[in-house]
């Protein structure tokens, strides 16, 4: 993760097999990971079957929050790329029942439209 990204609020991308042994005993039979993002201490996971947050509270970070979206639930999603000046890509996760998306943000290094890519194929 870069310092840079760390210190702007935008998610950076993590090797999907490093968190096999933390995520393993979440996964139902037959889901695996396929894209990962950090951002500071929480963290996106992208699997085959649904969008992982995990939310790390408190000082010490032993209390960890896991909401699970099932791709089903996502109604629609926008991406914005990074540009010249804007140094960070955009997501938007319209979820059924929810007025206001869930938005983040991702480094310019990172692939949003991989992202992109493996929602459609999931959601559309």
């Known amino acids: 993760m870069g310092i840079l990204d760390t210190i702007l609020g935008n998610a950076s991308e993590m090797d999907a097999a490093s968190l096999q042994k933390e995520y393993g005993p979440l996964l139902c039979d037959g889901e695996f990971i396929e894209k990962a993002f950090k951002l500071i201490r ?29 791709y089903r639930s996502i ?3 926008s991406v914005e790329t990074a540009g010249t000046f804007d140094m960070d890509a955009d997501m938007k996760l319209w979820i059924r029942g929810e007025d206001l998306p869930l938005e983040q943000k991702f480094g310019k290094s990172s692939n949003i ?3 992109q890519r493996l929602l ?4 559309l």
């Open 42 to 70: 929480d963290k996106w996971v992208f699997t085959n079957k649904r969008l992982i947050i995990q939310d790390i509270q408190g000082v010490t970070g032993k209390k960890k929050e896991y909401m699970s979206i099932p």
């Open 120 to 123: 459609a194929t999931h959601i």
């Open 75 to 77: 109604e629609r999603f």
């Open 113 to 115: 439209i991989e992202v």
